[in-house]
């Protein structure tokens, strides 16, 4: 088992640019969650997906980001335009009953 | 507003002794609740889990308690060991299909000394 896999690992882009992360979850796990790390805002929820259907995107910050699941297999969360504030660790995370298995994380920095 | 709260930012603790951490919840919906142990450059790594129909669950040396009267959890460690020095997050979820939307708390710093 690979376990949730994120690329890239790290990430530094000027401000302004598109940002684009993956997440590749767990095989046979039917839900998948992006997370966000911050100093001032600890681990916080950005957007879950339910059998590839976007369920709960409450804590996308703001219109610049989006996310997609074209399958059950990759989700991409994507930053247009980057922002310096930006700058955080964001997890991936799939589940299954009783589980919640995370990612290693892509450490993004804008510049 | 901070519906988890994890009111030690650190805890110090002996090898071979007790870690106690602590972690409240001000959301009576949570249903479900998770510890997480952090290495720094990693990942939550998922580490035991309660759900509300119990008071207590074991796992080797680790053991969660939840209160829910006092809204109230914590994950003990018997015996700590030096390579449990992490952080630790505890998290809570609502279960049902929201059961993977998390609400974490700020996390306890956990050393253990040699």
């Known amino acids: 088992d690979a376990g949730v896999i994120q690329s890239p690992r790290h990430e530094v882009t000027e401000m302004g640019q598109e940002v684009t992360l993956r997440c590749k979850p767990i095989s046979g796990h039917n839900s998948l969650f992006w997370y966000r790390q911050t100093m001032m805002r600890g681990l916080e929820l950005l957007i879950y997906?339910?059998?590839?259907?976007?369920?709960?995107d409450s804590g996308m910050p703001e219109d610049r980001f989006s996310a997609k699941m074209p399958n059950a297999s990759f989700s991409t969360l994507k930053i247009q335009p980057s922002e310096p504030r930006d700058s955080a660790v964001y997890f991936c995370?799939?589940?299954?009953?009783?589980?919640?298995?995370f990612g290693e994380g892509s450490w993004l920095t804008v510049v | 507003d901070q519906q988890v709260k994890q009111n030690s930012p650190s805890l110090s603790v002996q090898e071979g002794r007790i870690s106690i951490l602590n972690c409240d919840y001000t959301?009576?919906?949570?249903?479900?609740f998770l510890w997480y142990k952090k290495y720094p450059a990693e990942g939550p790594t998922f580490l035991i889990s309660?759900?509300?129909?119990?008071d207590k669950n074991e796992d080797g040396r680790f053991t969660v308690f939840l209160n829910k009267s006092a809204k109230h959890l914590s994950l003990h460690i018997v015996p700590s060991q030096p390579g449990d020095s992490a952080v630790y997050f505890c998290?809570?979820?609502?279960?049902?299909?929201?059961?993977?939307?998390?609400?974490f708390g700020q996390g306890t710093i956990l050393t253990v000394h040699p």
């Open positions: 998290a809570a979820s609502a279960g049902g299909t929201s059961y993977g939307k998390l609400t």
């Open positions: 309660i759900s509300s129909i119990k």
């Open positions: 995370a799939s589940i299954r009953p009783g589980t919640i298995y």
């Open positions: 997906f339910n059998n590839n259907v976007p369920i709960d």
């Open positions: 959301n009576s919906m949570f249903d479900y």
